[in-house]
């Protein structure tokens, strides 16, 4: 058996509590200034020469820094001298260049032709409900079944959200107005930004029973607004407006659509195209265009959500693009005439 020595100098044991180790106790005291001392001269031998010199003139002083105050200067010195060392030295090591942040989905969501497998396998789309609960229906879009959970082909999820992407962009193109809905917690803010994205509209409470089967006498009360082709409004129409019936989408988006079974079901009676994002525990048939995928993660929600927006935001800009070279991509409304000089005044 070795046995090493570190010190000639026995210390007393006692057991000590935070504050006594930190202000009363004499063998850490002394000790701990010394080690940051130390510490704090090499690192600034390399880094700062200037800064090594002026801690060896001040070295006698009391520089604790549990009792220092945080307004002192030498805290200041000591954490500027941190951070030149962390620019001098932070280049070192390894670099991480592709990093995976959940958030940008949302922020800045990919463009459609960016979706890949890895970026749909990271927002967990991937995973399905339990064989038990599933609707055979969807067995085309299902992969396999691991621990008794189905996994969803993301093959088939990338296939089917590039096309739901491209009938978006072109109802935004031909300037027809698109619903995002979503319910859960966290859909709101997805809703909300794809719905800016194309100056479209959201919904993030439950639906209403009969606001398109019966929407004249739910939405009748709603106002409506004149735009041009730049969907700048245009004024003067309010008389006009009063005596027509309620507006209707030309396309709805649902993150959720288990739980709007009344909202699909009239979109269906009254030929309203629908896109939502289709479970292994779903039913394929209320949806015009399905995306198969786990409805049940936010990651996965967001990308999707943030995906279709920014289709939509494409094709606006095209459409405001070709506007402004005065060349319109959607019919007008015909029944509408223009306010006469009188009446606008």
């Known amino acids: 058996m070795i046995i090493r020595r570190f010190s000639s100098r026995a210390l007393p044991f006692r057991r000590s509590t935070p504050s006594s180790i930190c202000s009363d106790s004499p063998q850490f005291r002394p000790i701990f200034p010394q080690i940051c001392l130390a510490r704090r001269r090499a690192f600034a031998t390399e880094a700062e020469p200037a800064a090594a010199e002026e801690m060896e003139a001040n070295e006698e002083e009391d520089t604790d820094p549990v009792s220092a105050d945080p307004g002192d200067p ?75 959970i189905h996994i969803i082909s993301l093959e088939q999820t990338a296939a089917h959200l590039r096309r739901a992407c491209r009938v978006i962009e072109e109802v935004a193109y031909r300037a027809g107005i698109i619903l995002f809905v979503g319910s859960r917690p966290g859909h709101e803010r997805i809703v909300v930004n794809a719905a800016k994205r194309c100056n479209g509209y959201h919904l993030f409470d439950w639906w209403i029973p009969g606001s398109l089967t019966n929407s004249q006498q739910i939405m ?57 994002i289709l479970d292994t525990n779903g039913d394929p048939t209320t949806l015009t265009y399905p995306v198969p995928a786990n409805d049940d993660s936010l990651r996965c929600a967001q990308l999707i959500g943030g995906t279709l927006g920014k289709a939509a935001e494409i094709g606006k800009s095209k459409r405001l693009e070709l506007a402004s070279l005065g060349i319109i991509t959607f019919n007008p409304t015909m029944d509408l005439e223009p306010p006469k000089e009188d009446q606008a005044l």
């Not at 396998?121 to 609960?133: C, E, K, M, N, P």
């Not at 659509?257 to 309203?272: A, F, H, Q, R, T």
């Open 74 to 148: 030498e805290i200041k010195r000591l954490h500027d001298l941190r951070k030149h060392t962390r620019k001098l030295t932070g280049h070192y090591g390894s670099t991480q260049k592709s990093i995976y942040r959940p958030h940008e989905s949302l922020l800045q969501p990919p463009h459609p032709s960016e979706i890949t497998l890895e970026l749909l396998l990271a927002s967990q789309a991937h995973l399905g409900h339990a064989t038990s609960i599933w609707n055979p229906a969807n067995s085309q879009y299902i992969f396999g079944v691991r621990d008794g």
């Open 220 to 276: 009748g009360a709603r106002q409506f607004k004149v735009v041009n082709e730049l969907d700048e409004e245009v004024e003067g129409y309010e008389a006009r407006l009063e005596e027509r019936r309620a507006i209707k989408p030309d396309l709805v988006v649902c993150l959720n659509p288990l739980d709007y079974g009344v909202m699909l079901k009239e979109c269906g009676e009254v030929n309203i195209p629908t896109i939502g």
